[in-house]
Nanobody, 121 residues
Framework: QVQLVVSGGGLVEPGGSLILSCAAV????????MGWYRQAPGKQRELVAS???????TYVASVKDRFTISRDNAKNTVFLQMNSLKPEDTAVYYC???????????????WGQGTQVTVSS
């Protein structure tokens, strides 16, 4: 069984920083693209940032130059460093990963539990 275990999040003042981490645990043959999504109240879930296994990254325009996604392939972990946080970054953040548990099985999409990020003074 595979799980994505998320840590981090919380309450921070505008301009502050937070780091989220997401570790894939369990029987994993290959771990491919990993990413962070967020969903604010009344809004659709959106992709915030993603990274391929080789380290290529993409960001939604609203977080470029403020957020950094990185991964540690040895630990099957992805991070999201969030700087210069704004109230509009307030949302539940979710980790996502493409994982193949065995060579013979197709890659599946896994989601971690959400973590609340609240930016408020």
């Amino acid at each position: 069984q595979v799980q994505l275990v998320v840590s981090g999040g919380g309450l921070v003042e505008p301009g502050g920083s937070l780091i989220l981490s997401c570790a894939a645990v369990g029987s994993i043959f290959s771990l491919n693209a990993m990413g962070w999504y967020r969903q604010a109240p009344g809004k659709q879930r959106e992709l915030v940032a993603s990274t391929t296994r080789s380290g290529s990254t993409t960001y939604v325009a609203s977080v470029k130059d403020r957020f950094t996604i990185s991964r540690d392939n040895a630990k099957n972990t992805v991070f999201l460093q969030m700087n210069s946080l704004k109230p509009e970054d307030t949302a539940v953040y979710y980790c996502n990963a493409g994982i193949r548990i065995r060579l013979q099985y197709p890659e599946r999409n896994y989601w971690g539990q959400g973590t609340q990020v609240t930016v408020s003074s």
